[in-house]
């Protein structure tokens, strides 16, 4: 039997999703493309309406020739609506999730006993709540590792819907998570990525993420790098900025800033000031290479008056962010914001959101323009393509006689940005 497990939203759904995917092809599925599958997990997100909209029209694509089983955030909020978009779906919630990973067995069992395919998954009863239950060591859909570490968030910022999804802060204990970080390594891997809904709340009454980078740094051997997935600036310390000067942590790092004007972060809820975003900027400068910075931003938030908003641009242009993954402001419901009085007239809104995106794309191109004669490590994934230890997306070129291969980390130098050129001299 056929499965596929279609992924929208961050990182953190994307690792639970190869644990889910791991599960069911060692229980006998193949794991494929949604066009040809008999199930389809779809793994949703709910930070904005569109990737809502995006999580309908999917299901009702896959629906119209398989079964669905419908997850994460979207899922948990808005179940009936879910349930609604076709009688061959199923919604687990949140806390459900990781009853996906039973799953597969009972499905076995059932059809084995005569049942359809949908009355399989509509006779599964069991529950598992364990929220950090994904522990895939095998990765169907990326040449590196994800990790969970972490998983809900504390802060209540006015426009998002995420926390309200997946409720309060909690952490992998350390030891647990450095064993599967070793597991992951034991299988091959050359790269691990750290996720969690809000990575950098991770123990942040403990030793926090500095420290549990620290305990992986000791324990993993010298090729095995570490990714860590978006960072809030509020829990950025000197511990955890410490850790980068080490040659395995990738110069790739992402910052949901959401806006650069204080007294907007007051209105929404934000609670860092820009001198300690700015400080944290300076230092992962200063222990990498020019390193890819990128950040959120959100145009239009509640209180972003014209003051607030030159305020706003004028940081992101002096700063330099490598790019920005621009969001016009869309109220959510739940939220503190959904019905503020104060929010930007939607024209001012998207022309703000457009100069963002322009100023993206010339942050981006100097960016590049930079990464010409480099040296660079870089990630083989699939044909002759690959990540450099920055986040590119770059074409391999090795010597000839050789062949690419999936997984391995190349040493090479860049020597084109259209599309960006690594051409190889050695395994790094």
């Given at each position: 039997m056929n499965v596929s497990v279609y992924t929208l939203g961050c990182r953190l759904n994307q690792a639970e999703s190869e644990a889910i995917a791991e599960h069911f092809k060692n229980a006998g599925f193949s794991v494929t493309d949604p066009r040809h599958a008999d199930l389809v997990i779809v793994n949703t997100c709910?930070?904005?309406?569109?990737?809502?909209?995006?999580?309908r029209r999917m299901i009702r694509l896959f629906a119209k020739d398989s079964e669905v089983i419908v997850?994460?955030?979207?899922?948990?909020?808005?179940p009936e609506e879910v349930k609604a978009l076709s009688d061959r779906v199923t919604v687990f919630s949140l806390k459900e999730k990781a009853s996906l990973l039973t799953l597969p067995q009972h499905i076995g069992s059932a059809i084995s006993s005569g049942l359809s395919l949908h009355d399989a998954v509509l006779s599964f009863?069991?529950?598992?709540?364990?929220l950090f239950a994904f522990d895939a060591s095998s990765f169907q859909y990326h040449s590196r590792a994800y990790l969970k570490v972490q998983d809900g968030c504390d802060n209540s910022c006015g426009y998002c819907r995420t926390t309200i999804a997946r409720g309060p802060s909690v952490s992998l204990d350390a030891d647990t998570v450095v064993e599967r970080a070793l597991r992951i390594e034991a299988e091959g891997f050359h790269e691990i990525m750290l996720t969690g809904v809000n990575l950098t709340m991770y123990d942040h009454e403990g030793d926090g993420l500095g420290g549990l980078v620290e305990k992986l740094l000791s324990r993993l051997g010298s090729d095995m790098r570490i990714r860590l997935s978006s960072m809030e600036p509020d829990h950025v310390d000197e511990r955890l900025l410490d850790t980068l000067s080490d040659s395995r942590m990738q110069p790739h790092f992402h910052i949901p800033i959401q806006s650069a004007s204080p007294a907007v972060l007051r209105r929404v809820g934000r609670v860092y000031p820009m001198e300690h975003v700015e400080y944290i900027i300076e230092r992962m400068r200063k222990v990498k290479d020019d390193p890819f910075i990128a950040c959120d931003v959100i145009a239009g938030l509640p209180g972003e008056g014209e003051r607030e908003w030159e305020e706003s641009y004028a940081f992101l242009s002096r700063v330099r962010f490598a790019a920005m993954h621009v969001f016009p402001f869309s109220p959510r419901p739940g939220t503190a914001l959904y019905k503020?009085?104060?929010r930007v007239e939607e024209r001012i809104r998207d022309e703000r959101a457009e100069m963002l995106r322009?100023?993206?794309?010339?942050?981006g191109r100097e960016y590049l323009s930079r990464q010409i004669g480099k040296e660079t490590e870089v990630l083989a994934e699939e044909g002759?393509?690959?990540?450099t230890g920055n986040y590119l997306?770059?074409?391999i070129i090795l010597p000839e006689g050789r062949a690419l291969v999936k997984g391995f980390i190349y040493?090479?130098?860049v020597t084109g940005v259209d599309p960006v050129t690594v051409e190889v001299s050695s395994l790094a």
């Open positions: 709910t930070v904005t309406s569109k990737a809502e909209q995006k999580a997850t994460g955030c979207y899922a948990a909020l808005s009863t069991d529950r598992n709540t364990d503020a009085r104060d322009k100023l993206s794309a010339e942050m002759d393509e690959g990540t997306k770059a074409r040493r090479g130098r």
